[in-house]
């Protein structure tokens, strides 16, 4: 059996998990605590003020870090991007992307780092357009896996990560159990400590999940991949919409709406002679302003093998500027590279941070 990972446990749960090892005194829970995220300890040994026969058997049934950075890979396109690679206990490997925070005018930080982070080895919904769909599913990340990313990030970056976007491998709502249970630790003042609104959840439509996240009553950011604003579209590049057509999305949406904080952002990958009319333009206005949503514009970044094609650089920002002058709130913004084969929607990543962290 693989080891219990610790770092997936509220004080609680470690409490409770620390009663089944025989030692139930609440206050040994709350050190456990503080060596995992206080002092990010990567060895029972150095937890000393834990009995010696204590630590021996955490050693032996328990781990701290449920994967290993194996490749660290730097932008070349002159960002500080950094994208790496993590083996995990069964040998498979997942990929996250660190983000620093931009530095505006006159030297001003933003402040934020921030995570991109994967939900899931390989992605099952199938995207038309993406690498990690092309991929195939190959299984859930645990919520130990999810928030082990964010040390290693850390260890990798010499920094805190305070900022979270799940837009990496896989589709974070079709993981929802693991996720919700990594964002009670994320979340938590004794671990973490990342607030909800500065975490965002990207999704390719799974109404299920979405519902789910909303009766986690969290003021979680949320980003919707829609990449085509009607049926006839979605079904041609997202097979999800065959399942979860726009009938049964939209409505789940206006319920966020209703119970979420943040505007929703609607993420629109153009491709060329796919989605980039100024049909469905229009249709697209019509979706952001019956769901009071943002709407960010991501030049398609190729992907090797696939046939999609970037519209021209003059296509892109007429569609953007039918968006403005129908006072749509929305961005589009041009990445020098592609040089980081990131997840998927690392040129989307990219302006996160840039925007100040804030995911919209
Ligand atoms: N599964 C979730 C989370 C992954 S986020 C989702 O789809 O929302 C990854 C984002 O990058 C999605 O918006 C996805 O549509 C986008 N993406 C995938 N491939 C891309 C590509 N080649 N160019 C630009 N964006 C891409
Ligand atoms: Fe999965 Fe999102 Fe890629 Fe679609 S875009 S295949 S949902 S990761």
């Not at 920094?159 to 976007?165: F, S």
């Not at 999940?209 to 604003?229: D, I, M, N, T, Y």
Request: charged residues 20%; hydrophobic residues 40%; glycine residues 8%.
């Amino acid at each position: 059996m693989p080891p219990t990972c610790l770092l997936e446990y509220t004080r609680t749960g470690l409490a409770e998990l620390l009663a089944g090892m025989g030692e139930p005194k609440a206050f040994r829970a709350a050190q456990l605590m503080e060596w995992i995220w206080k002092h990010r300890a990567t060895d029972f040994s150095r937890m000393t003020n834990l009995a010696p026969a204590l630590r021996e058997k955490l050693a032996a049934q328990c781990c701290l870090r449920p994967l290993q950075v194996v490749e660290v890979s730097q932008s070349t396109n002159g960002s500080d991007t950094r994208k790496f690679l993590s083996r995990m206990q069964d040998g498979h490997l997942v990929e996250s992307v660190i983000i620093p925070a931009a530095v505006g005018r006159g030297g001003a930080h933003s402040g934020r780092m921030t995570l991109c982070v994967s939900s899931q080895v390989g992605c099952a919904f199938g995207c038309k357009f993406c690498a990690s769909g092309l991929l195939g599913f190959t299984r859930n990340l645990t919520a130990s896996e999810i928030l082990g990313q964010i040390l290693a990030a850390e260890e990798v970056a010499g920094e805190r990560i305070d900022n979270l976007v799940f837009m990496g491998m896989g589709e974070p709502l079709a993981n929802i159990d693991n996720l919700l249970r990594a964002l009670e630790v994320i979340m938590d003042p004794h671990a973490l400590n990342i607030g909800a609104r500065h975490i965002t959840v990207s999704t390719s439509g799974n109404v299920p999940g979405l519902q789910r996240l909303a009766e986690f009553g969290k003021p979680l950011r949320l980003a919707v991949s829609l990449h085509g604003a009607c049926d006839e579209v979605r079904d041609q590049i997202m097979p999800v919409n065959k399942k979860w057509p726009l009938a049964k999305l939209i409505p789940a949406l206006r319920e966020w709406n209703r119970t979420g904080k943040h505007m929703i952002t609607l993420e629109y990958i153009l491709i060329q002679g796919v989605n980039n009319s100024m049909e469905q333009a229009k249709l697209l206005i019509g979706v952001a302003r019956g769901l009071n949503a943002k709407v960010n514009l991501i030049p398609y970044n190729t992907v090797e093998g696939l046939p999609w094609v970037r519209p021209t650089e003059r296509d892109c920002r007429a569609f953007c500027q039918a968006l403005v002058d129908a006072r749509i709130p929305v961005t589009l913004r041009y990445e020098k590279g592609h040089d980081i084969n990131a997840a998927c929607g690392q040129l989307r990543l990219r302006r996160v941070a840039e925007n100040g962290g804030s995911g919209q």
